[in-house]
């Protein structure tokens, strides 16, 4: 893009919430919810695979080869793209 457009990467930079959950400003804690069988009590971004590997950024399946990952991967590049 142009110099100085805003995408991803810079729109994650510039973001007042996602600063503020890094720093501890902001809370990520909800009611606890069941996923794969773990236990969570904080809230998940949806995000593609150019974000930071943080339990908070709940990315895509790359390449599901199941239906039950194929299923994920539809709803989810569905949801995140809302």
């Given amino acids: 893009g142009e110099p100085g457009s805003l995408n991803d990467l810079n729109v994650l930079d510039r973001s007042t919430t996602i600063n503020a959950i890094m720093s501890g400003g902001f809370d990520v804690r909800c009611k606890p919810y069941t996923v794969n069988g773990k236990t969570r009590d904080w809230i998940t971004f949806l995000v ?6 943080l339990a908070i950024f709940l990315r895509t399946i790359g390449h599901p080869t199941e239906a039950k990952g194929k299923k994920f991967s539809k709803r989810h590049e569905y949801i995140r793209k809302d």
């Fill in 48 to 53: 593609d695979g150019i974000y930071p590997s």
